[in-house]
């Protein structure tokens, strides 16, 4: 089975300018997750889709990150603009879903985001 | 707040002893716990996950335990291998049935040959 998708792998841009990232979960898998992972940390939550609807968001900062989940598969996440601060690893995740059972959460393998 | 503590030190142990990893939290109640495992420049990988009514959870040479009254949970890895080098992440639930983690600073383990 495919795992999940991301892309870009690396990213670098300067303050200010835009970013996007991409993730296509594991078929099927109705939740979507995406975590910002600072250096020496563990990845924190910014948002978390059920299909194509927000359950959390609240610890995405809506000033400056918007994400979003059209047809409810796959996802993409901006930034805009983006701040020294910024940089991280940005993580996605999928799970079956919210009444499943089953608690087990995917990863991709990170776009690492180097703002300069 | 919430607070989750693991290991901030590197562990290093010898291959074939039994790694020990902690896992600690405060002002929490959570359901289930997970522990992932992460390699440099790759996404957590899903290990095991107890939930609380639950106390050990085994899987191979991966042993969990859970003690909602220490509010710990204990992570062993037995007869360790170098392949077993990397961080392990604790992940604790909340927000009831929505499958939110808040994850743990993660513990990075080295086991020498």
């Known amino acids: 089975e495919a795992g999940v998708a991301q892309s870009p792998r690396y990213k670098i841009i300067e303050k200010r300018q835009s970013v996007a990232f991409w993730c296509n979960p594991i078929?099927?898998?109705?939740?979507l997750y995406w975590y910002q992972q600072i250096l020496g940390q563990g990845p924190k939550l910014l948002i978390q889709?059920?299909?194509?609807?927000?359950?959390?968001d609240s610890q995405l900062p809506k000033d400056r990150f918007s994400a979003e989940r059209l047809k409810g598969v796959d996802s993409t996440l901006k930034i805009q603009p983006a701040k020294l601060e910024d940089s991280a690893v940005y993580l996605c995740?999928?799970?079956?879903?919210?009444?499943?059972?089953?608690?087990?959460?995917?990863f991709g393998p990170g776009t690492r985001l180097t703002v300069l | 707040s919430q607070k989750i503590e693991q290991n901030s030190e590197a562990l290093n142990i010898q291959e074939g002893k039994t790694a020990t990893l902690t896992c600690n939290y405060t002002?929490?109640?959570?359901?289930?716990l997970q522990w992932y495992r992460q390699d440099p420049g790759r996404g957590p990988v899903f290990l095991l996950l107890i939930r609380e009514n639950e106390k050990e959870k085994r899987k191979e040479r991966l042993k969990v335990t859970f003690d909602t009254t220490l509010k710990q949970s204990l992570f062993h890895i037995t007869a360790s291998q170098p392949a077993d080098s990397a961080t392990y992440l604790c992940?604790?639930?909340?927000?009831?049935?929505?499958?939110?983690?808040?994850f743990g600073t993660g513990t990075l383990l080295a086991v020498q040959p």
């Open positions: 992940a604790l639930s909340y927000g009831g049935a929505t499958n939110k983690l808040i």
């Open positions: 995740a999928s799970s079956l879903g919210s009444g499943t059972g089953d608690y087990t959460q995917y």
């Open positions: 078929s099927g898998h109705a939740t």
């Open positions: 002002n929490y109640s959570p359901a289930y």
């Open positions: 889709f059920q299909n194509n609807g927000v359950v959390d």
